[in-house]
């Protein structure tokens, strides 16, 4: 066991030493806890909202259970699409497997070992979730002492049973799925497997849904007492049993903890067995080679020559579809939002009833909506804001290169904004199929989001210029633990964001061409100005002085 331990505290040091590190970084901190602090009552209120309003409707019936029940299935549905992918990127693709192989240790030890930061981010979003939660409802229900801390044990446990899940499920596709022969494409199946997934499980969940038949059976466990929690957590029983741990009274309450707790410790023998058996023949699979012979013509067109910046921007792209976590972080992450969106308009019931929604607001306000909810979405794509970060340690090989720098940081803006046109696409039929906007309305919208795809590119890749993350041995690394898709939002969303505020309630500025034109403008001189920034810091070859 002492060499498992071993595992774990090296895994936590790779990931989160500060070696190196200047204290910049804590500076950045404080200012972003500083900017999130108001946010964190905001967000606090909303929960205690939630579940007070929840709570008083559901209590008279006898039903308040269900609230704790919802939020044990939140949770696991979250935690497993989340372990989906960590449990992909730290297992099979990591930087440090093959250093590890080698070692005298069990593969279960190294499972161990690497599920250590895969836990810790879930207990990071467990605990922002699952605590406002259980306080909230705790004051609401006057609970006792004993159901804090029963409350507070159970959290220890509350990750294990869906990272299990998601961990036996992706060991078994790695180790029996031939995917050796095609390295490069198996990286993004994960991806687009957890994209897929969710959108079907919503697509099936709302095709199946009867509302007839919903009301009937919502009547007929209303009358029992907890009907409706066991309604809902159905499908999942660990839910019935942790809610029951919480809210019934007596040692029939110690009864349910206890049973929770052994499942989840069930489940940890399980993922230990399950993963000495299956964990290194997936991962020796996945180090193997493709060995493909290229015809002399194929090689020929390959080696042609090609303009530098198409040529880098065809390698940004590669990198980025090719490597599970920046496809996941990069690409499925920006085009959640939007695909969900529209496919959740696409099946409303009251689809036809959505068209024109916009007409309730002036020219002037739709397209300001428009503009604010599309500058959003792009700033939360982190392309931009890896673009340095994601060379790692083989940055250093540009300067040797006989290549401008100024063409290398073109083609990683570039990029950003190219897979930034998939989310503009995507928002687009929904404006035209769901919203049914004017023709005009939607030219003028367009040409803004060309304009914002590109401001959002340009800042994030000076913002990561400036404080990038190049020492990593997991991929995961380049997104996790810093600041800087929180400063993104900072400094290309919120300032825009307050202008547009300022426009809205400005009355001289009125009709929807004098707004565009408006917007218009100010996206320029901000690009302009980002652009002298970055083209300073070139001037400077600060790119030098990256470390």
């Known amino acids: 066991m002492s060499k498992t331990w071993i595992v774990m505290k090296n895994m936590l040091k790779i990931h989160y030493s500060r070696a190196g ?27 205690n909202n939630a579940v007070s309003g929840l709570y008083e409707l559901l209590e008279p019936f006898g039903q308040s259970s269900v609230i704790i029940g919802l939020l044990f299935l939140l949770l ?8 989906f992918v960590l449990v992909i990127s730290s297992f099979y693709f990591a930087e440090d ?25 879930l207990y990071v979003t467990t605990f922002a979730i699952y605590f406002p939660v259980l306080f909230y409802f705790g004051s609401n229900s006057n609970a006792s002492i004993v159901y804090y801390l029963l409350g ?12 299990v899940l998601a961990a036996i499920f992706v060991m078994f596709i790695m180790r029996f799925v031939n995917i050796a022969k095609n390295k490069d494409r198996s990286k993004v199946l994960g991806g687009i497997f957890v994209l897929l997934m969710i959108i079907l499980l919503n697509v099936v969940v709302r095709l199946n849904a ?21 309604m ?20 029939e309450s110690l009864l349910y903890f206890l049973l929770m707790i052994s499942i989840s410790i069930g489940f940890i023998f399980l993922f230990i067995i399950v993963g000495q058996k299956l964990y290194l023949g997936g991962v020796l699979g996945i180090n193997v080679g493709n060995k493909k012979n290229i015809s002399s013509e194929r090689l020929h067109k390959k080696l042609r020559k090609h303009p530098v910046w198409l040529s880098y921007l065809q390698k940004e792209l590669r990198i980025i579809f090719r490597t599970p976590t920046f496809f996941m972080q990069c690409v499925v992450q920006s085009l959640f939002g939007p695909i969900f969106l529209v496919i959740i308009l696409m099946m409303d019931s009251n689809f036809n009833s959505l068209s024109g929604t916009l007409d309730q607001f002036s020219y002037k306000q739709q397209i300001l909506i428009l503009f604010a909810a599309t500058l959003f979405i792009l700033s939360a794509n982190a392309t931009g804001i890896s673009s340095i970060s994601r060379e790692g340690k083989s940055w250093h090989t540009n300067l040797f290169l006989p290549l401008d720098l100024k063409q290398v940081f073109l083609s990683k803006i570039a990029a950003g904004w190219t897979i930034n046109l998939v989310s503009i696409l995507l928002i687009a039929i929904g404006l035209i199929v769901v919203l049914d906007i004017s023709w005009l309305l939607f030219s003028l919208w367009l040409a803004l989001s060309f304009v914002a795809s590109w401001f959002t590119s340009l800042m994030g890749t000076y913002l990561d210029f400036s404080h990038p993350k190049l020492h990593w041995t997991d991929e995961q690394e380049v997104f996790k633990a810093r600041l800087i898709g929180f400063l993104a939002l900072l400094f290309e969303f919120v300032p825009l964001g307050i202008i547009v505020v300022i426009i809205w309630n400005t009355p001289f500025v009125q009709g929807g ?10 996206m320029f001189i901000a690009t302009a100005l980002v652009h002298y920034l970055l083209q300073k810091k070139i001037s400077n070859k600060d790119y030098q002085k990256i470390i």
Do not use: H
Request: charged share 5%; aromatic share 16%; hydrophobic share 60%.
């Open 76 to 83: 696991t549905a979250l935690l497993f699409i989340i372990s």
């Open 210 to 230: 009867n509302p007839d038949e919903m009301m009937e059976n919502f009547a007929q466990f209303i009358q029992e007492k907890d009907g409706l929690l066991q």
């Open 97 to 121: 497997i093959n250093s590890f192989i080698p070692l005298p240790i069990q593969p279960y030890q190294i499972l161990l070992g690497k599920a250590t930061v895969p836990l810790l981010y």
């Open 152 to 163: 507070i044990i159970l959290f220890v446990f509350l990750p294990f049973i869906p990272f």
């Open 21 to 47: 590190n200047n204290n910049s970084q804590i500076i950045l901190l404080s200012i972003a806890g500083i900017f999130l602090f108001p946010f964190l009552f905001f967000y606090l209120g909303l929960i």
């Open 232 to 251: 809902i957590t159905a499908a999942y029983p660990p839910a019935l049993i942790g809610s029951k741990a919480l809210t019934v009274a007596g040692w």
């Open 513 to 522: 061409i004098v707004t565009f034109v408006l917007l218009l403008l100010l």
